[in-house]
Every structure is written in C-alpha cells, then in structure tokens.
C-alpha cells in the first residue's frame, strides 16, 4: 500500500526557506509524477509543482520564482523549497501522487506551516 | 482567484441528485482531462473522478463526471449524509503549464 507522509517545520520566519519532505513508501518513486500542493484556511487547494521520477520539474507560474521540488536520489523522498516566505504562504501542504490526466490518486495528510515572526 | 469556477455551495435531500460544475477555457478543461476531489473538513483530499468520467477502485457508481466545451459536471445520485464535504475539480492548463484547482464546493446534505 502506497503511503505519502510530509515533515518538516511547522513555523516559518517571514523571509526565510520552506522546507518540506514528503516520505514515500509502498512503493519506489520510479513512476509517475510527485505533487506539492498547498490550501491556506478556508481556502481552496492550490497546486505548487511537481516532479518526475526522472526529475523533471514543473511549476504554479505564480511560485516559480520561488519554489524547488527535487526527487532524491534514494528516490524515497521529494522535497519542497519554498523562499522568501510571507504570512501569504501559511496553508496546510500535502504532497500527492499522479499526473493530472490520471488524478492524484494517494495524499498524505498534510502539515501545517505557519509563516510569522 | 481561481480560473476554474465552482459554485460555492450546493444543498440536496438524502437520496437526492446533485450536479457540480465546473467552469474553465479552452486551454483546461475542453482539452484535457479533468479530475474531481472529495474533502471532509481537517482531511486530505481523496480523488472521486480521475479521467474526466472513470471512478477509482472503491468509489460507488453513484459518483459520475462528464465535460462538454470548457466546462466539466460531478453528478451525485442517491445523496447520502457521509456525502457532505468540500468538492473540487482539478485539470491541467496547456497554455500556462500548470495544474489547476477549482475553488471548492460545499455540499450539505440538508
């Protein structure tokens, strides 16, 4: 059974790096594509990026400017990078497996990132 | 904002019918698949329809999606109480390659 888990730190200071993991097993990231997506409070969900088992990357052009998603190369993990953080990018982040034209089929559960001082 | 539109909100009796639409352009929804998302509040997404019309292993025939033009539709039949919670479509954008969400829709089951 496929199970996606995110980590990382829950408070972010405005200015500084996102950095979340998404730990994958049940399966080895060698297909498919590796979602980040993120839903502020009582908003609707909005797509970050993503990346290929071959690497291969794509981006919400809203966020390219400041967002990195990398595959490693263990190839048990993906991560996300997100700089230059505003109270704008306080949201709960889950990362997702599949492409769009199949749906994201697995989720993990999210994690809560606040972005304050 | 988003450059799918939901309605907000929609209600039905139990054992009712419900339809969900979703509206988008040219370079979304009349030209890719769409996909549709179930979420109860304080949970992950779970996918419902993937492939514009397929339903995944384990999702009840009662869950139906169609598209005509730029515009996509999630039919719930026979409306059940564990069927409330916040709908959302998802496609891919050719022109702006990016994947995109519809706002959300909530469902009460009245």
């Known amino acids: 059974q496929v199970h996606l888990q995110e980590s990382g730190p829950g408070l972010v200071k405005p200015s500084e790096t996102l950095s979340l993991t998404c730990t994958v097993s049940g399966v080895l990231i060698s297909r498919s594509f590796w979602n980040w997506i993120r839903q502020p409070a009582g908003k609707g969900l909005e797509w970050i990026g993503r990346?290929?088992?071959?690497?291969?990357?794509n981006y919400s052009p809203s966020l390219e400017s400041r967002v990195t998603v990398s595959l490693d190369t263990s190839k048990t993990h993906f991560t996300l990078r997100l700089n230059s953080v505003t109270a704008a990018d306080t949201a709960v982040y889950y990362c997702?497996?599949?492409?769009?034209?199949?749906?994201?089929?697995?989720w993990g559960q999210g994690t809560t990132v606040t972005v304050s001082s | 904002q988003s450059l799918l539109t939901q309605p907000p909100s929609v209600s039905a009796a139990p054992g009712q019918k419900v339809t969900i639409s979703c509206s988008g352009s040219s370079s979304n929804i009349e030209t890719n698949p769409v996909s549709w998302y179930h979420q109860f509040p304080g949970a992950a997404p779970k996918l419902l329809i993937y492939?514009?019309?397929k339903r995944p292993s384990g999702i009840p025939d009662r869950f139906s999606g169609s598209k005509s033009g730029a515009s996509a539709t999630l039919v719930i039949t026979g409306l059940q109480t564990g069927d409330e919670g916040d709908y959302s479509c998802g496609v891919w954008d050719t022109s702006l390659s990016t994947g995109l969400f519809g706002g959300g829709t909530k469902l009460t089951v009245l």
């Open positions: 990346v290929s088992h071959s690497g291969t990357t």
């Open positions: 492939d514009t019309n």
């Open positions: 997702a497996r599949g492409p769009w034209a199949s749906g994201m089929d697995v």
